[in-house]
């Protein structure tokens, strides 16, 4: 199984910061990664496929760049609505989740 | 609008088994993968389970293989999940996910299902 590990476990920032959080998988996936955001009590929401594409109804803010094993979601000036968990997850083979990132106010 | 629709779930004895049900609208059913995914208390996401559009080809995390078992009728735009053998580590919100391609992105979600299994 591909291994995917997320960091920091937490990150804490306070509204208008810029943040990038990072996904390193066990192997080379080219551009398999995707990114989604989880609210409390909510399904997760798709942000970023393919490391670097953008979703419709996503905003504008929240972008990806990486290839082969390092991969970063940034989110240029949080917003208050962004605090939440982000996963990474793999589809270079059965899909596999990173444990989470949590982005919390400081 | 795509609506997948989890339901199912409730409480049950570890040994036991359950059978979750994702009724699915907005999209043409038959012609996409579909995948389980569950999350355990506070816990991470989980991919455990994929079918394919056709059921030609069906695909299971080790956590649950052997015990789990995935089927689709497209008649009924119904995706299902059998579990047997339950166990504590099970309990978890269980969700179905459409994806565009074989393993993902994962682009809908439904609203999940919780499934308690405890004594």
């Known amino acids: 199984d591909i291994v995917l590990t997320q960091s920091p476990a937490t990150l804490s920032v306070t509204p208008g910061e810029s943040v990038s959080l990072s996904c390193r998988a066990s192997q080379g996936i080219s551009t398999s990664i995707h990114w989604y955001q989880q609210k409390s009590n909510e399904s997760p929401r798709l942000l970023i496929k393919?490391?670097?594409q953008s979703i419709s109804g996503i905003p504008s803010r929240f972008s990806g760049s990486g290839s082969g094993t390092d991969f970063t979601l940034s989110i240029n000036r949080v917003e208050s609505e962004d605090f939440s968990v982000y996963y990474c997850?793999?589809?270079?083979?059965?899909?596999?989740f990173g444990a989470g990132t949590k982005l919390e106010l400081k | 609008e795509v609506q997948l629709v989890e339901s199912g779930g409730g409480l049950v004895q570890p040994g036991s088994s359950l059978k979750l049900s994702c009724v699915a609208s907005g999209f043409t059913f038959s012609s996409y993968n579909m995948h389980w995914i569950r999350q355990a208390p506070k816990k991470g996401l989980e991919w455990i389970a994929l079918?394919?559009?056709?059921?030609?080809?069906?695909y299971y995390a080790d956590s649950v293989k052997g015990r789990f078992t995935i089927s689709r009728d497209n008649s009924k735009n119904t995706l299902y999940l059998e579990m047997n053998s339950l166990r504590s580590e099970d309990t978890a919100m269980y969700y179905c996910?459409?994806?565009?391609?074989?393993?993902?992105?994962?682009?809908?979600w439904g609203q999940g299902t919780l499934v308690t299994v405890s004594s």
């Open positions: 997850q793999q589809s270079y083979s059965l899909p596999t």
């Open positions: 393919y490391a670097s």
């Open positions: 079918i394919y559009y056709d059921s030609s080809n069906k």
């Open positions: 996910a459409k994806s565009a391609f074989e393993l993902g992105p994962f682009a809908y």
